[in-house]
């Protein structure tokens, strides 16, 4: 049987993540800053700064909320996908679901899937019941999970 290490997960305390998006949203407006001062700046390259300042403070305000509804050190943890895991929760959504899933609908699916713990979450939860309650979570902060999802499922993210 080959061994190999996969797949990687993340394991966060709220706070934790916090701390973590706010020091990156002050080198996100630092970069800001820096492009808006120089003469040769690029739109593209004040784009790219701005939608980048904007997605970190819409993180930082998901991350708040999420601290004040389950407190600084409630903890999220998540796990990549193996081909089985991502087929076998693909293979659910259309056992479960009523109608057509689309692509939003398919994301909680598989943001819900990929969650090991989270305080939202109850361990004897099945599958339809933690995406029934994190469908429930603001957007914002789905949106920042399932960033951090992409990235835990990224290999070129060092996760191989």
Known sequence: MTDFDYPPSWDVSLEEALSSVEADLEDARGRVDKLEDDEDAT??????????????????????????????????????FTATTRARTLDEIQRTAVGQVGNEETRIWLLAAALDDAPWLDPGDDLADAYRITGELPPALQDYLDDQL??????????S
């Open 150 to 159: 992409t990235d835990l499922n990224d290999l070129s993210e060092g996760n």
């Open 43 to 80: 739109n593209d390259a004040l784009a790219e700064a701005y939608s980048r300042r904007q997605r970190l403070e819409s993180n930082r305000d998901a991350l708040e909320w999420a601290v004040q509804q389950f407190g600084e050190g409630a903890r999220v943890s998540m796990t990549a």
